[in-house]
């Protein structure tokens, strides 16, 4: 029997609303028991000092396989999500082709298995193609095991569409989760409308784009009565428009990225295409409003929108270069100093919105270190101070506008069914190799 | 005379933008422009400041006035002075700008000379090469030889800019010109009013000290200095204004508009001029118009301009 006991540790479980320093027990890939223990382990590890928390999921990343292999696969971006902390991660179907049919969903499934690092969870697209006209194949989907339906990249636009597809959804109890952006209001937008843009003369995107389609969908979700859910939310607008929405009982969750919390458009006053991301980085206003949706439960979650761009593509001209940064591996430093260092939550809050919250918007049987849960941990160590060095990412990517920075706090150890498959820390974890 | 006496503070081997520069280097400019001017009413109209070097026109957008006025400009100079264009070239086969134009720097060009129709492409530009870059126009951003000469042409009439009132009338919010001139008026101390549709001059400039008008015929009599921005015909399709009919009536500069002018206002066009459209034909060859005078001007200032960042660059 595979044991492994980690002492003295902060245990933090949001799920199980435990917050205290105590053992952990792992064995057969599963979490038997927590507490002050007397059991003996195979292997015992030295916690003190690290929080002991469920694995981190990310429930938005781009993998970019199908497709376009050379920026990420399954299996790179599964090393790069260990590496950041997280030991579950769900993948957008926007690749080449998209994931909108039970084969591409199986896909996703086989290539994670053959990685072996992490999970990997697959969300099929709502249209086939991403087209925005006819509903994919959601229900055969769901039995390969789609764990949600997004066209993320763009939004539905089309309103009886997206009526439909929240209707439908509804028998098979998955979250559809939209790209908030009305295409005619962000037309050939490259960054957020606000007095940087008017400076640069780039064509912008206004934060009522996000804001329209958010409350139009609003409607049709209590209308519907389905699970929507809101693509990293970046506005104030959309953030009190969600806000209101659940105060009135729509089944409504929202995530939000480490950059919408921690940057402004005013960042992308050099035009360096590091700083162009969709959507774009709004004004001070926007990232106060969304640190205060985290801090109140209205936005729920953290994501990262992890999105591989080659260094060619990003060296284009600001309009030219695609949208979007990597995340996996600055995310736990970055929220930390988005939402602890501020003050605006305290841990197990943190910890709830990289675990329990998207495991319940997924419906993932994770997220928590209740005994006999999947022995998915993550260790973390918040006192840990280090550069970011885009140089040593695991991603096949280096697009990060946060290279260089210095942070607090990193994920030690990522522990995914009993094993660890990544750690920073030889002294705790002699033998294991920074990626098995 | 091989160079321009003029006190020169200039440190920048590019020109990238207005909104960077200072006051004192804007003058330099203007002041190197100045001693530059003679130049073009010699008989022998050149001077040997830029003997050796090569200047390439590096042209990713349509372009006639502004790409004549540099080539002549090297030419003045002494520079030899060679043309690309995105046409034809390896741009259209979708080499990206970076490699474009490192290959050009790598066939020993001195300094070059950048439109296109991306909002930062010369930045982008200065970051891949090490010759000089001097932006000739990007995207909607800034077009910082244009509002130069303006500026110079402005001070040539007036005698001064400080204390000036400037109009500029138009598609203020798809013109690099209106964003150059707006830096280097308010720089040297005029005041600028952005007239045109509230679909064409957001308010957002007001955080940048300019003021916002919609109604030329309510202001029309304060102004020292009325500049009209070509307007584009395609706008239309984009319904920021239902005909251009309409845009003339309502902000279209003619005679009888003149009539509560100034009597002294100075009339100016970056051209091309939609003559009949944004501006009268008696208006733009009227006595008031400084119209052809702002391109024998622009000369003097893309002189001085090559002139000062090669020299900042150590040539």
Redesign the interface.
């Known amino acids: 029997m595979a044991s492994l006991l980690i002492r003295n540790g902060r245990i933090i479980d949001p799920a199980s609303n435990q917050d205290a320093v105590g053992d952990l027990l792992i064995a057969d890939a599963k979490i038997r028991k927590i507490g002050r223990l007397s059991e003996r382990a195979e292997r015992v590890i030295d916690g003190t000092g690290l929080l002991v928390t469920p694995g981190l999921i990310d429930m938005h990343v781009h993998l970019r396989e199908p497709g376009n292999e050379d920026e990420e696969t399954i299996a790179s971006g599964a090393s790069a999500a260990v590496a950041g902390g997280f030991t579950s991660i769900a993948c957008m179907p926007n690749t080449q082709p998209p994931l909108d049919q039970e084969a591409d969903i199986e896909f996703v499934y086989r290539q994670a298995a053959r990685a072996d690092l992490c999970n990997v969870y697959p969300i099929g697209a709502i249209t086939k193609g991403r087209a925005g006209k006819e509903l994919a194949e959601m229900g055969q989907m769901v039995r390969a095991g789609a764990v949600a339906f997004s066209d993320d990249g763009c939004g539905v636009a089309d309103a009886g569409v997206m009526f439909r597809a929240l209707q439908y959804v509804r028998m098979f109890d998955r979250a559809l989760i939209q790209h908030c952006e009305d295409a005619a209001l962000a037309a050939g937008g490259c960054m957020h409308a606000?007095?940087t843009a008017?400076?640069?003369?780039?064509?912008s995107i206004p934060a009522m784009a996000e804001e329209v389609m958010v409350q139009r969908d609003l409607i049709l979700a209590e209308q519907t009565g389905a699970r929507y859910h809101v693509a990293h939310i970046s506005t104030a607008g959309a953030v009190e428009a969600v806000r209101r929405a659940k105060a009135r009982g729509v089944y409504v969750t929202a995530e939000v990225c480490p950059h919408h919390l921690l940057l402004t458009d005013e960042a992308c006053a050099?035009?360096d295409t590091h700083f162009k991301m969709n959507p774009p980085l709004r004004s001070k206003a926007d990232v106060e409003a969304c640190r205060a949706g985290v801090a109140d439960g209205t936005i729920d979650c953290f994501c990262t929108d992890h999105a591989p761009h080659s260094a060619?593509e990003k060296?284009?001209?600001?309009?030219?270069a695609p949208f979007g940064i990597i995340g996996l591996e600055t995310a736990v430093p970055l929220t930390i100093r988005a939402m602890i260092e501020t003050g605006f939550i305290d841990w197990p809050r943190w910890v709830a919105g990289w675990t329990s919250r998207p495991a319940t918007i997924l419906g993932l049987s994770k997220g928590s270190l209740s005994p006999g849960a999947d022995a998915d941990v993550t260790l973390i160590d918040p006192a840990c101070r280090w550069r970011i060095d885009a140089g040593r990412f695991f991603s096949k990517c280096r697009n990060t506008p946060f290279d260089g920075w210095d942070v607090s706090g990193r994920a030690v150890a990522t522990i995914v069914a009993g094993r660890v498959r990544f750690t920073t820390d030889a002294a705790r974890f002699p033998g294991e190799r920074a990626l098995a | 005379m091989a160079a321009p006496a003029a006190e020169t503070t200039w440190t920048r081997k590019h020109l990238l933008d207005l909104?960077s520069l200072s006051a004192d280097e804007i003058g330099v400019i203007l002041d190197t422009a100045e001693a530059f001017k003679d130049v073009s009413t010699r008989s022998v109209k050149k001077v040997p400041a830029l003997r050796g070097r090569v200047v390439v026109n590096l042209f990713f957008e349509e372009s006639t006035r502004t790409r004549t006025s540099f080539t002549l400009a090297a030419q003045r100079l002494s520079a030899d002075v060679i043309d690309f264009s995105a046409k034809g070239s390896s741009v259209a086969k979708g080499e990206?700008?970076?490699d474009t134009a490192r290959n050009i720097e790598a066939m020993g060009v001195d300094l070059i000379v950048c439109r296109?129709p991306?909002?930062?492409?010369p930045?982008?530009l200065s970051r891949?090469v090490n010759c000089c870059v001097i932006n000739a126009g990007?995207?909607?951003?800034?077009h910082p030889t244009q509002a130069l000469l303006d500026l110079f042409t402005i001070r040539q009439h007036k005698g001064r800019i400080e204390g000036l009132k400037v109009a500029i009338v138009g598609d203020v919010?798809?013109s690099?010109v209106a964003?150059s001139n707006l830096w280097g008026l308010t720089k040297l101390g005029a005041e600028v009013t952005f007239v045109g549709p509230t679909t064409l001059v957001?308010r957002?400039?007001e955080?940048?000290g300019a003021r916002v008008c919609h109604d030329i015929d309510a202001v029309i009599g304060e102004f020292d200095v009325i500049n009209m921005l070509r307007i584009q015909m395609e706008r239309v399709t984009s319904n920021v204004f239902p005909s251009v009919q309409e845009y003339t009536r309502l902000f279209g500069l003619n005679g009888q508009r003149m009539r509560r002018a100034k009597p002294d206002v100075l009339v100016m066009h970056p051209g091309p001029m939609n003559r009949g459209i944004e501006i009268t034909t008696e208006v733009a060859d009227g006595a008031r118009s400084a119209i052809l005078q702002q391109v024998t001007n622009g000369l003097a200032v893309r002189m001085a301009v090559l002139f000062l960042c090669n020299q900042a660059a150590g040539g």
């Open positions: 606000g007095p008017t400076r640069l003369g780039l064509p050099g035009f060619e060296t284009l001209e600001f309009q030219n | 909104e990206t700008l970076g296109h991306a909002s930062g492409a930045h982008l891949c990007d995207g909607r951003h800034e919010a798809n690099r964003r957001p957002t400039f955080q940048f």
